[in-house]
Protein backbone atom coordinates (compact mmCIF):
# COMPACT_ATOMS: atom_id res chain seq x y z
CA UNK A 1 0.00 0.00 0.00
CA UNK A 2 1.48 3.18 -0.63
CA UNK A 3 1.18 6.53 1.20
CA UNK A 4 -1.15 7.71 -1.62
CA UNK A 5 -3.76 4.29 -0.84
CA UNK A 6 -4.04 5.43 2.75
CA UNK A 7 -7.03 6.81 4.06
CA UNK A 8 -6.27 10.41 5.39
CA UNK A 9 -8.21 11.02 8.36
CA UNK A 10 -11.41 13.41 8.13
CA UNK A 11 -10.96 17.26 8.11
CA UNK A 12 -11.59 18.94 10.75
CA UNK A 13 -14.94 21.24 10.66
CA UNK A 14 -12.43 24.37 10.86
CA UNK A 15 -10.36 23.13 7.75
CA UNK A 16 -13.27 22.49 5.97
CA UNK A 17 -15.24 25.75 6.51
CA UNK A 18 -11.81 27.47 5.61
CA UNK A 19 -11.47 25.72 2.11
CA UNK A 20 -15.54 26.57 1.26
CA UNK A 21 -14.94 30.00 2.04
CA UNK A 22 -12.01 29.86 -0.29
CA UNK A 23 -13.82 28.55 -2.85
CA UNK A 24 -16.86 31.14 -2.31
CA UNK A 25 -14.35 33.67 -3.98
CA UNK A 26 -14.75 31.60 -7.19
CA UNK A 27 -18.62 32.09 -7.45
CA UNK A 28 -19.95 33.48 -10.46
CA UNK A 29 -23.02 35.36 -8.66
CA UNK A 30 -23.52 39.06 -11.05
CA UNK A 31 -27.42 38.74 -10.69
CA UNK A 32 -27.86 37.79 -7.22
CA UNK A 33 -24.55 39.63 -6.38
CA UNK A 34 -24.83 36.55 -2.90
CA UNK A 35 -21.45 34.00 -3.17
CA UNK A 36 -21.26 30.62 -1.67
CA UNK A 37 -18.43 28.50 -1.31
CA UNK A 38 -18.91 24.63 -0.25
CA UNK A 39 -15.67 21.83 0.47
CA UNK A 40 -17.68 18.35 0.54
CA UNK A 41 -15.13 15.61 2.17
CA UNK A 42 -15.47 12.37 0.64
CA UNK A 43 -15.02 8.93 3.54
CA UNK A 44 -11.90 8.33 0.94
CA UNK A 45 -10.00 11.13 2.24
CA UNK A 46 -10.75 13.88 -0.25
CA UNK A 47 -12.05 17.24 -0.27
CA UNK A 48 -13.43 18.38 -3.52
CA UNK A 49 -15.08 22.47 -3.54
CA UNK A 50 -17.58 24.59 -5.45
CA UNK A 51 -19.45 27.64 -6.21
CA UNK A 52 -22.52 29.12 -7.27
CA UNK A 53 -22.32 29.29 -10.99
CA UNK A 54 -25.48 31.42 -11.89
CA UNK A 55 -26.96 32.04 -15.49
CA UNK A 56 -28.65 34.77 -17.21
CA UNK A 57 -31.66 32.34 -17.62
CA UNK A 58 -31.73 32.36 -13.61
CA UNK A 59 -33.25 28.96 -13.45
CA UNK A 60 -29.80 27.06 -15.15
CA UNK A 61 -27.72 28.61 -11.99
CA UNK A 62 -26.64 25.89 -9.54
CA UNK A 63 -25.43 25.93 -6.65
CA UNK A 64 -22.19 25.83 -4.36
CA UNK A 65 -23.45 22.40 -2.57
CA UNK A 66 -24.41 20.67 -6.43
CA UNK A 67 -21.13 21.97 -7.96
CA UNK A 68 -19.16 20.57 -5.17
CA UNK A 69 -21.18 17.03 -4.46
CA UNK A 70 -21.05 16.94 -8.33
CA UNK A 71 -17.31 17.41 -8.00
CA UNK A 72 -16.80 14.66 -6.36
CA UNK A 73 -19.00 11.73 -7.53
CA UNK A 74 -16.71 12.49 -11.15
CA UNK A 75 -13.84 11.97 -8.94
CA UNK A 76 -15.10 8.14 -8.22
CA UNK A 77 -15.81 9.36 -4.42
CA UNK A 78 -19.94 9.05 -3.68
CA UNK A 79 -19.59 8.66 0.15
CA UNK A 80 -19.62 11.60 1.64
CA UNK A 81 -18.93 12.62 5.27
CA UNK A 82 -19.26 16.21 5.85
CA UNK A 83 -19.74 19.41 3.65
CA UNK A 84 -19.42 22.91 4.65
CA UNK A 85 -20.93 25.70 3.30
CA UNK A 86 -20.05 29.47 3.49
CA UNK A 87 -22.57 32.45 2.16
CA UNK A 88 -22.49 35.95 1.94
CA UNK A 89 -23.33 37.96 4.73
CA UNK A 90 -23.83 37.12 8.19
CA UNK A 91 -25.26 33.86 9.65
CA UNK A 92 -25.59 30.32 8.49
CA UNK A 93 -26.22 29.76 4.81
CA UNK A 94 -28.65 26.73 4.81
CA UNK A 95 -29.11 24.26 1.48
CA UNK A 96 -31.71 24.87 -0.64
CA UNK A 97 -34.28 22.09 -0.93
CA UNK A 98 -33.07 21.42 -4.03
CA UNK A 99 -29.63 20.73 -2.68
CA UNK A 100 -31.05 19.03 0.17
CA UNK A 101 -32.41 16.51 -1.83
CA UNK A 102 -28.95 16.27 -4.51
CA UNK A 103 -27.02 15.47 -1.42
CA UNK A 104 -29.27 12.73 0.21
CA UNK A 105 -29.02 10.94 -2.79
CA UNK A 106 -25.56 9.81 -1.69
CA UNK A 107 -25.36 10.71 1.83
CA UNK A 108 -28.83 10.84 4.26
CA UNK A 109 -26.55 10.97 7.14
CA UNK A 110 -23.96 13.85 5.90
CA UNK A 111 -22.78 16.12 8.39
CA UNK A 112 -24.01 19.80 6.93
CA UNK A 113 -21.76 22.77 8.53
CA UNK A 114 -23.56 26.03 7.60
CA UNK A 115 -21.96 29.60 7.80
CA UNK A 116 -22.06 33.05 7.18
CA UNK A 117 -18.95 35.63 6.88
CA UNK A 118 -19.61 35.83 10.75
CA UNK A 119 -21.21 34.54 13.42
CA UNK A 120 -21.96 30.74 14.73
CA UNK A 121 -21.51 27.81 12.08
CA UNK A 122 -24.57 25.73 12.75
CA UNK A 123 -24.29 21.95 12.44
CA UNK A 124 -26.39 19.55 10.98
CA UNK A 125 -27.32 15.59 9.93
CA UNK A 126 -29.15 16.01 6.96
CA UNK A 127 -31.40 13.20 7.06
CA UNK A 128 -32.04 13.97 10.52
CA UNK A 129 -32.60 17.77 11.00
CA UNK A 130 -32.52 18.83 7.04
CA UNK A 131 -34.71 16.43 5.08
CA UNK A 132 -36.45 14.35 7.68
CA UNK A 133 -38.33 11.37 5.67
CA UNK A 134 -37.04 11.96 2.79
CA UNK A 135 -37.10 10.38 -0.27
CA UNK A 136 -34.28 8.44 -1.74
CA UNK A 137 -32.28 5.27 -4.14
CA UNK A 138 -33.66 2.67 -1.73
CA UNK A 139 -36.61 3.65 -2.07
CA UNK A 140 -37.34 2.78 -5.68
CA UNK A 141 -35.60 -0.74 -4.66
CA UNK A 142 -38.36 -2.36 -2.56
N1 LIG B 1 -27.08 29.43 -3.23
C1 LIG B 1 -26.13 28.45 -3.06
O1 LIG B 1 -25.22 28.30 -3.88
N2 LIG B 1 -26.24 27.66 -1.97
C2 LIG B 1 -27.13 27.85 -0.96
O2 LIG B 1 -27.10 27.10 0.02
C3 LIG B 1 -28.14 28.90 -1.05
C4 LIG B 1 -28.19 29.62 -2.35
C5 LIG B 1 -26.93 30.33 -4.37
C6 LIG B 1 -27.93 30.18 -5.46
C7 LIG B 1 -27.88 31.55 -6.10
O3 LIG B 1 -26.78 31.60 -7.03
C8 LIG B 1 -27.57 32.48 -4.95
O4 LIG B 1 -27.04 31.67 -3.93
C9 LIG B 1 -28.77 33.25 -4.43
O5 LIG B 1 -29.81 32.39 -4.16
Excluded: H, K
Amino acid sequence: MSSQDRALPPPSDAELLDIARAARTTAYAPYSRFRVGAAIATVDGRILSGANVENAAYPAGVCAERVAASQAVVAGSRDFSAIAIVGDGAGPCTPCGMCRQFLYEFAPNLRVLASGEEGAVRAYILGRDLLPDGFGPRRLRT
